[in-house]
Structures are given as C-alpha cells and as structure tokens.
C-alpha cells in the first residue's frame, strides 16, 4: 500500500506564499504521476495542478495559473506545490494524490489517481 502525508499547510494574509510538501511511503515508485487538489468549505474537490512522473510535463488550473507551482524530487519521493500571490479563495484543504498509472503524462480528473493523502489545510485571509 502507498501512503502519501502532506505537509506545509498553515494561516497565511492574502498576497503571502506557502510551500506544501507531500511525502509518499509504502510501496510508491517514482514512476507514478502527482497531482494535488484542494476542497474549499461547502464545494466539491477540485484539480490545482498536475506532474508527470519525471517532471516534464506540468498542468494547473486556470485559477492557479501564475501563481502555484507543482515540482517533485523523486530522489526524495517528494512532490511540492509553491504557492504565491495567495487569494483568500484559495482557502481549502490542499490533497496530493498518485496515480498508479505509468506514463508520461499529467492527469487532472480526481478517478485517475489511485492514492490521496489526507490533506492539509490552507486559510488566507484577507
């Protein structure tokens, strides 16, 4: 089993940056895409920005768009998520997900990943 264990979340003033951490364990590859998703109060879980496996190829949301980052290190078996500029609409619980699926590219539709971590939560006020 994979276990992913997101870190980074914390109370940040609109226009401030925080950098989420996501920490896979268990039987993970490094060959598995990444992605993270946020879930803001009283809305459905949404897509933010997706990674291929080796870095390569990157996706965000039009919302995030300039503003967030997604990067991995698979020496580590790490996936990060930069955020800049911060909004208070970002407020969310931040999720990062894998997908067992090997390829090469980014995945934004929450059923193609397989793990999900149990979230860290991000508040920005204004």
């Known amino acids: 089993q994979v276990q992913l264990v997101e870190s980074g979340g914390g109370l940040v003033q609109a226009g401030g940056s925080l950098r989420l951490s996501c920490a896979p364990s268990?039987?993970?590859?490094?060959?598995?895409?990444m992605a993270w998703f946020r879930q803001a109060p009283g809305k459905e879980r949404e897509f933010v920005a997706a990674i291929s496996w080796n870095g390569d190829n990157t996706d965000y949301a039009d919302s995030v768009k300039g503003r967030i980052t997604i990067s991995r290190d698979n020496a580590n078996n790490s996936a990060y998520l930069q955020m800049n500029s911060l909004k208070p609409e970002d407020t969310a619980v931040y999720y990062c997900?894998?997908?067992?699926?090997?390829?090469?590219?980014?995945?934004?539709?929450?059923?193609?990943?397989?793990?999900w971590g149990q979230g860290t939560q991000v508040t920005v006020s204004s």
């Open positions: 268990g039987r993970f590859s490094s060959r598995y895409p």
């Open positions: 997900a894998a997908s067992r699926y090997i390829g090469s590219g980014t995945y934004s539709l929450q059923r193609e990943y397989d793990y």
